[in-house]
């Protein structure tokens, strides 16, 4: 599933074709994604101007003049494709701007979504109402960890991968991040010092900013919208390297926790 680097990586992508632009045609080409697609987005969008474009955890923001907003998940498989040269059976969502440039919305396994909501309701959309705050703000510090993790004897990395502590890590980074803090991912949250805790929200920060300039992992399906594959997967330090040796020479263990591959390094990781 595409995560945060591969969100902010496929927003970036968007803004040159997008950003300033007309929209003279939005074709939905089908009733729904994971669930039903607005049915007033093509009369929504159509000739409005794509003002900005942002990310919420793992969800990308197009907003429009007209003061809507256009959420989009890329769910399992999702990507967008600048300039296809012809629309295949998984766009599901085709725009086209004043200045020639189309847009189309890929998704095989259609488990991503399209909502259309007024930016100035935002916050209020159901899926960011409880999210924690964002990984590379400054609302991620060493005390907001500490207050979350107070008391709990749940392992770090399940409370981490929770929206509601921290919008936006998914399970690659979060393998990454706390191997680079040296914390063993089954550690119970509450344990951990505040010391160790600030190496961790540095971690986190390190890691998504390579991964962003590395544009995203790619696993499967996922690509920029340039048709470009993401290629911090070259980086990855225990994510996906079972057996393989960790740089101080321990060979990267896995285990499975709540249907996730969990890697790590039983030395570096304690």
Known sequence: ?????????????????????????????????????PADLRQRLTGATVTALGRRAKYGLIETDRGDTLI???????????????????????????????????????????????????????????????????????????????????????????????????????????????IAPTTAAGRITLAKLAKLVEAIRVVLAAAIEAGGSTLKDYVQPNGELGYFANQWRVYGREGEPCACGTIVARRVDGGRSTFFCPKCQR
């Open 72 to 182: 989009f998940h890329l769910g399992m498989s999702g990507s967008w494709r600048t300039d296809p040269s012809e629309i295949g059976k998984h766009d599901h969502l085709v725009i086209d701007t004043a200045s020639g440039r189309r847009l189309a919305l890929n998704d095989p396994r259609r488990f991503g979504s399209l909502d259309l909501v007024a930016t100035a309701e935002i916050d209020e959309f159901p899926a960011f109402k409880a999210l924690g705050p964002e990984p590379l703000g400054p609302g991620l510090t060493a005390a907001h960890l500490k207050a979350e993790f107070a008391g709990r004897i749940a392992p770090v990395k399940a409370l981490l991968l929770d929206q509601r502590v921290v919008a936006g890590l998914g399970n690659i980074y979060v393998c990454e991040a706390l191997h680079m803090a040296k």
């Open 1 to 37: 599933m595409p995560e945060l680097p591969e969100v902010e990586t496929t927003v970036r992508g968007l803004r040159p074709p997008l950003e300033g632009q007309r929209l003279v045609a939005v074709d939905p080409r089908r009733p729904d994604l994971r669930r039903p697609i």
